[in-house]
Each structure stands twice: as C-alpha cells, then as structure tokens.
C-alpha cells in the first residue's frame, strides 16, 4: 500500500525559510504526479503546488509563486516544496498529495491525488 510520510514542518517568523519533505514508499515514484496542498480552519483544502513525474514541469498558485519551490528527487522518491519568505498567511497544515501520471493530469485539482500524507503544520509569526 502506498504511504506519504511529509516532514519539515514546524514554527517560523515572517521572512523565515523552511524546507517540507515528502517520502512515498511501496510504489514506484515515477508513476506519480506529486502535489502539495494546505488546509486551515477556516478554508477548504487549496492548492500550494505541483510537479509532473519527471519534475519537468511544476505548477504554483498565484499566493506562492515565486516564493514557493517545488522539486522532487526521483532516486530518493522525495519531493520537497522549499518555502522562502514565509508570511503568517502561509500558516496551514501541508499535505502532500501523489495522482497516478495521466495526459490530462489537473495539478490543482484535489480529486486528481489518490493518496494523500498525514499533513504537517506550519506556523508562521508576524
């Protein structure tokens, strides 16, 4: 059975760095697009940022481009999302998220992802 461990998380101030990992084990990484999401209280789940399985091509929303980095490392079936210049809005718990690779794959779409991590909180102080 597939299983995404994500790791990284934890308390930072505004302007602060931090680094989010993502293990998938028992199946074959490259079979999968990987995705990153985050939740808070009072939203729904939303869209941080994707990438196909080659990492050839990555996807962000508009509230962390250019802050955001998505990357993966396919002999270490990792992928990462480095978040620069967090802000307190950045604030959520992360998940990461692997769909299996299709033609049409909807990066932003969370009913494309077929397993999902236990998620990890990120706080960001003003």
């Known amino acids: 059975q597939l299983q995404l461990a994500e790791s990284g998380g934890g308390q930072a101030q505004a302007g602060d760095s931090l680094r989010l990992s993502c293990v998938l084990s028992?199946?074959?990484?490259?079979?999968?697009?990987m995705g990153w999401f985050r939740q808070t209280p009072e939203k729904e789940r939303e869209f941080v940022a994707g990438?196909?399985?080659?990492?050839?091509?990555?996807y962000y929303s508009d509230s962390v481009k250019d802050r955001f980095t998505i990357t993966r490392d396919n002999a270490r079936s990792t992928a990462y999302l480095q978040m620069n210049r967090l802000k307190p809005a950045d604030t959520a718990v992360y998940y990461c998220?692997?769909?299996?690779?299709?033609?049409?794959?909807?990066?932003?779409?969370?009913?494309?992802?077929?397993?999902w991590g236990q998620g990890t909180q990120v706080t960001v102080s003003p």
């Open positions: 998220a692997a769909g299996r690779n299709s033609g049409s794959f909807h990066y932003s779409a969370r009913s494309e992802y077929d397993h």
């Open positions: 028992n199946r074959r990484f490259t079979n999968y697009a």
């Open positions: 990438i196909s399985w080659s990492g050839g091509s990555t």
